[in-house]
């Protein structure tokens, strides 16, 4: 018996990193998840694993930033496994830069992904999840949406998730639907593994705990967050971070 039996997952960007981690402990824990991302040959990779440890998953072709496929993955999902309970909205990318540097199109880019694709995605979900009275939305932040060198655009970007999610958690508290933010701190993926080795050494020296944390270590918050255990905690800012303040 896992905390997830019965329900149905969508985790964006779990192809790999941390979204591959959230989907799958959710998985582990019972879950059927649609695992969505832009690159399906590591989306294929996901499902295989999943499928090879028990568990129950299958593949989405969706880039969040288009409201037609954000569509498409909600309709196929629920056509797939009959239900849905949980949304983690993961997917985001980065175009680092400072402030004074920064292109237009850097800015634009990071914003309609990390931003506008999130709320394509909780907007869908809080339509369907209201409906059912029931549900559970766990958008990915950061710690960046303090503020963090070379970040603007996805400070902002990531500042304004806080903001959707806040805001979602409110509307929806009358219906049951949960919505919080998990603000990871540094983990260790190809996304934080593209940095050069000075950076990696100068954002573990801000961990407390003194190392990176690990995709699982997400996805056992975003476990929580899904279950029934957590159906009273709602519109909270949660780091797993080491530690680490900003
Ligand atoms: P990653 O780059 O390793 O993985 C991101 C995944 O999202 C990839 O599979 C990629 O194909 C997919 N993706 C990118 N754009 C997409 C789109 N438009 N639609 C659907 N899928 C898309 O990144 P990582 O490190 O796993 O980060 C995942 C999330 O966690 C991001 O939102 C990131 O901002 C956030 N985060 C990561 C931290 C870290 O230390 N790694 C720290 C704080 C937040």
């Known amino acids: 018996m896992g905390r997830l ?33 832009v690159v399906m040959e590591n989306a294929d990779s996901c499902v295989r694993e999943i499928k090879q440890a028990g568990g129950s ?10 409201l ?13 496994f009959g239900r849905l309970d949980t949304v983690v909205n993961n997917a985001g990318i980065n175009r680092d830069g400072m402030l004074h540097k920064m292109s237009d199109e850097n800015w634009e880019t990071v914003i309609a992904v990390n931003l506008t694709g999130t709320f394509y995605m909780t907007r869908e979900a809080a ?6 009275k029931s549900g559970a939305i766990i958008n990915i932040s950061s710690m960046s ?22 805001t979602a958690a409110r509307e929806l508290a009358r ?5 919080n933010v998990i603000c990871p701190g540094f983990i260790d993926t190809d996304m934080t593994r593209s940095m050069s080795e000075e950076g990696w050494k100068m954002m573990v ?9 690990t995709p699982a270590d997400v996805g056992n918050m975003a476990a929580f967050l899904a279950s029934d255990e957590a159906s009273y905690i709602t519109g909270q800012i949660i780091e797993v971070s080491g530690g680490m303040v900003i």
């Open 205 to 213: 020296s801000k961990v407390p705990m003194g190392f990176a944390g």
């Open 175 to 179: 219906n049951h639907v949960t919505a």
């Open 57 to 66: 998953a299958f593949a989405v072709p969706a880039n969040i930033a288009k």
């Open 127 to 132: 339509k369907r999840l209201r409906e059912q």
């Open 5 to 37: 039996d019965g329900k149905v997952a969508i985790v964006t960007g779990a192809g790999r990193g941390l979204g591959k981690g959230i989907a799958l402990k959710l998985a582990m824990e019972g879950a059927k998840v649609a695992v969505a991302d």
């Open 68 to 80: 037609d496929e954000v569509n498409r993955l909600f309709e196929t999902t629920v056509k797939e």
């Open 145 to 166: 949406w303090k503020g963090n060198l070379g970040q603007a655009n996805y400070a902002a970007s990531k500042a304004g998730v806080v903001g959707l999610t806040l």
